[in-house]
């Protein structure tokens, strides 16, 4: 912990969130306190400005939505290149809310959990042998040989990074040469709704000014 950032370990030291407990006026509870008691952190039945408590989930969320906001992508880089992120303390309670709020919407997607996945923004209109080939992107259309292609893929999925890598391409290029299975064309279709709302998700955060 330095100033006003969170150094980021694999375990959240004690001193931590008793600093943000007192920055926002709320209680820390475990997980099992949250179990049974609609009144504490977590519960969708409480309105963030009458909440009194969060929890390890709620602080993981908030590093979830930081670490995905553009801004700060671009501010820490450096940091970034060598994975020792610099987390903002929350600046508020409704900050605070917000945040956890889009990172676990974010979370959720990123594990294929969430509603927003199985809405496919996608189609795949052509039959034939669903043989990977050289995967290219055309005009909305990912042709993964000649003649099939996913269609209505948005240019910003297939473009995406996360980390090193683009999903929506390494995805079919580990696939190469082998034919796509029913299960393999849906859950593709998943990822390309998940990076399509994860940017949608970033943009939001980045509305929201993470520090004072």
């Known amino acids: 912990m330095s100033g006003n950032q969170i150094f980021i370990a694999p375990d959240l030291e004690a001193e931590i969130i008793k600093e943000i407990a007192y920055r926002l006026n709320l209680h820390f509870v475990t997980e ?6 609609v009144c504490l952190a977590n519960s969708s039945e409480v309105r963030d400005d009458y909440r009194t408590t969060f929890a390890h989930i709620d602080l993981l969320d908030y590093i979830y939505a930081v670490l995905h906001s553009p801004t700060y992508r671009e501010k820490y880089k450096e940091f970034l290149k060598i994975d020792f992120p610099r987390v903002p303390y929350p600046k508020d309670a409704a900050t605070f ?4 709020h889009l990172g676990s919407q974010i979370r959720q997607i990123h594990l294929l959990e969430s509603p927003t996945v199985e809405k496919f923004i996608t189609q795949y209109p052509v039959n034939g042998d669903n043989v990977v080939t050289k995967p290219n992107y055309q005009d909305g259309k990912v042709y993964i040989n000649d003649s099939q292609f996913f269609d209505f893929v948005p240019q910003v999925a297939w473009e995406f990074y996360i ?16 034919a796509l299975e029913f299960d393999d064309i849906l ?26």
């Open 163 to 178: 980390g090193g890598y683009q999903p929506a391409q390494k995805w079919l290029k580990d696939r190469k040469g082998r």
């Open 187 to 212: 859950h593709y279709q998943k990822i390309i709704a998940a990076l399509y709302e994860t940017d949608r998700l970033m943009r939001e955060i980045d509305g929201i000014e993470l520090e004072n």
């Open 32 to 37: 099992a306190e949250t179990i049974g008691n």
């Open 97 to 100: 809310w917000k945040l956890v």
